[in-house]
């Protein structure tokens, strides 16, 4: 991993010998590699190896247990997509109050939501197909349509960094579908992705860079090779 540049264009985040867990307890394996700007790039290997945990550690919701983390330039808005089981859907909003505060870094609470930020909202209502369900409480939607309204208000936010963690776990195939448009035209917008997934026939359709986390090591590179080290591994 060393020195790996992914996407081939200007760095975001340098990782130098970054090892991600909790109170002082490694979980990941030493990371040293570059992540680029304007990148996808999927993050996978065995349930435990620290996929989420190394996620937080790069938003900056933990720190490392050693090494570190560089930005290059200003650190830069994170948009974040939290495991469904961690949030929280018993508070008294609707629809469009979630969505709403991805606008809130550019407007401030006591002056509303102008007009353009509202077409945002209705733009990103309308693109993951809950316009008619905007004014519904939270704690009323499916799986799926919760998961719609998270995407929605990452739409609004348009932050130049976009991490999700399990973005398609318990939802259908045709939410995931819709998602995973949503994640290639971030993509094409010039967003730089970064998402912890667990199906490796989508990592291959869809993300040209992968990162594997296994127990010793981790494989940082093009997708198609790492994850043909991946089954082989799974294979030995």
């Known amino acids: 991993m060393a020195g790996n540049l992914l996407g081939g264009g200007p760095a975001m985040i340098e990782l ?12 990941t394996p030493t990371l040293s590699g570059t992540i680029e700007k304007g990148s996808l790039t999927a993050i996978v290997g065995i349930n435990g190896c620290g996929k989420s945990t190394l996620l937080k550690t790069l938003a ?48 401030s609470l006591f002056r509303g939501l102008k007009g353009d930020i509202r077409r945002k909202i209705d733009s990103a209502l309308e693109r993951v197909g809950l316009t008619l369900l905007s004014a519904s409480p939270i704690e009323a939607l499916s799986g799926g349509q919760f998961q719609r309204m998270l995407f929605a208000r990452v739409l609004v936010q348009q932050a130049p960094l976009v991490m999700l963690d399990e973005p398609f776990t318990g939802i259908d195939e045709a939410t995931s579908q819709v998602l995973m448009e949503l994640i290639v035209g971030m993509h094409r917008s010039g967003q730089t992705v970064l998402a912890v997934l667990h199906d490796n026939q989508r990592v291959a359709r869809h993300f040209p860079e992968t990162l594997l986390l296994e127990s010793q090591r981790a494989r940082w590179g093009v997708t198609t090779s790492i994850l043909t080290a991946f089954e082989h591994a799974r294979r030995a």
Do not use: C, K, M
Not at 86 to 106: I, K, M, N
């Open 16 to 27: 130098d010998n970054l090892v991600a867990g909790y109170d002082r307890l490694a979980i």
């Open 60 to 107: 900056g919701f933990i720190p490392p247990v050693s090494g570190q983390l560089h930005w290059r330039g200003p650190r830069p808005v994170i948009g974040w997509l939290a495991q469904r089981h961690a949030l929280e859907s018993q508070f008294p909003l609707t629809v469009y109050d979630v969505v709403s505060q991805g606008a809130w870094p550019r407007v």
